[in-house]
């Protein structure tokens, strides 16, 4: 066992392992981060992630996770990006995915990472342990901001001024008592470009989002149908957005990341809408094998796919969407009929419609085929 602090030693270990930062926290609640997420909670903001409600008492105070623990080991992983992340927005036939979610899932990635460490300061120093990622309750950004990590910045996210916007985190919680790092300071100053840069004006204000309006929000955690006025302003982001996270002034001191698994994939640094659009389900879980967009399952997918074929103004792509109207889900159904009815004329819409209309009986994708109607001529008078 090393003579270094235990401190010391968890840093050290952590680095070794392949983290690129590390700090520590309290395992103790903070007033402020329980007020802000009381306030988002109830502007309804968490749209319908319910969990992010049932669970809020758990969320705000790590000792509701854990009792025992004392002090919390915050992990930061850099992924940022070697090309402009936003490059592909003004290519209509292809489709953006995040940064983040263009090769292996992070989750698995990080808590490979963790558990080795977290197996280390077992063995080494006789803690006990609990490993989180974000899929548990836990306020990582806040903690990440106590443990010195970054600050959350306007966009909501944890800024670095080593890795500007680009972090994954992780936590340890431990019963180990070590003091805490110094909280950072919030550096965005007057600063508003993630706010600015929004396609969906997700932020009231400040450190404040919507989740409802957000495009990551509706791409992945959304399962219905994403309300009309924001599918224009989804562009072609058909998994996540990086808009807020990729136009923050600090990225400009962040090296790209090292660490393979975060690297993108060739299938998906400019994905064909053309080639998405015809996954069925089996070919969907082959190509997305391994990655966070498997999670949300091929209809929701499609969803999203269509809709960026609909933003994309390329006639072309209008029979990929047609062979979509007979699809088993009623979602990628709606969401074929709304692409068509931007991709072709008012008349071969209406032909389209007068077809394929009397077939259908779900109501979600007749709301789509009726929002185009033309309106009908009145009824001649019979008197």
């Known amino acids: 066992m090393t003579s270094a602090s235990p401190k010391d030693s968890i840093r050290t270990k952590a680095l070794e392992i392949g983290f ?5 926290a309290p395992a103790r609640a903070a007033p402020e981060a329980g007020a802000r997420l009381a306030r988002f909670l109830a502007a309804g903001y968490h749209g319908d992630m319910g ?8 969320r705000r105070d790590p000792r509701a996770l854990w009792p025992e623990a004392r002090s919390v080991v915050v992990v930061g992983s850099n992924y940022g990006p070697r090309d402009d992340p936003l490059a592909l927005l003004g290519r209509g036939e292809r489709g953006s995915v995040s940064v983040y979610a263009r090769n292996r899932d992070y989750h698995d990635l990080l808590k490979k990472k963790l558990k080795a460490l977290a197996r280390w300061m077992a063995a080494e120093l006789g803690a ?11 306020m990582e950004k806040h903690l990440g901001e106590r443990a010195g990590l970054g600050w959350q910045g306007k966009h909501t996210n944890l800024v ?20 805490p790092d110094t909280k950072e300071d919030d550096h965005c100053g007057s ?7 929004c396609p969906t004006a997700a932020f009231p204000e400040p450190y404040l989002l919507d ?10 955690e959304h399962k219905g149908t994403i309300a009309r006025d924001l599918r224009p302003a989804m562009g072609n982001r058909i998994f996540g957005c990086d808009d807020c996270l990729a136009v923050c ?9 090292g660490e393979a698994g975060y690297l993108p994939r060739l299938e998906l640094t400019a994905p064909k809408l053309a080639d998405l659009v015809q996954l069925d389900d089996q070919a969907f879980r082959q190509v997305f094998s391994g990655s966070p967009i498997k999670r949300i399952g091929r209809d929701r997918f499609q969803r999203n796919v269509l809709i960026a074929i609909g933003n994309s103004r390329d006639p072309c792509l209008a029979l990929h969407a047609e062979a979509l109207l007979g699809d088993p889900a009623s979602l990628v159904r709606a969401m074929a009929v709304w692409a068509l009815s931007r991709l072709l004329s008012a008349e071969d ?21 009726r929002a185009k109607a033309p309106t009908p001529p009145p009824a001649p008078d019979s008197t």
């Open 20 to 24: 690129d930062l590390a700090g520590f």
């Open 51 to 58: 969990w992010m409600a049932e669970k809020a008492e758990r």
């Open 191 to 197: 600063c508003r470009r993630c706010l600015d840069v």
């Open 211 to 220: 989740a409802r309006r957000c495009i990551s929000y509706l791409t992945i």
């Open 249 to 257: 002034p600090w990225n400009k001191f962040a090296d790209p990341t």
């Open 160 to 179: 670095s001024r080593q890795y500007g916007s680009w972090l994954f985190l992780g936590e340890i919680f431990t019963t180990l008592e070590i003091a």
């Open 128 to 138: 006990e342990v609990k490993v989180f990622v974000d899929t548990a309750p836990v």
């Open 349 to 369: 819409f209406a032909r389209l419609r007068r077809r394929r209309e009397p077939d259908e009986q779900a109501a979600e994708v007749l709301e789509e085929w």
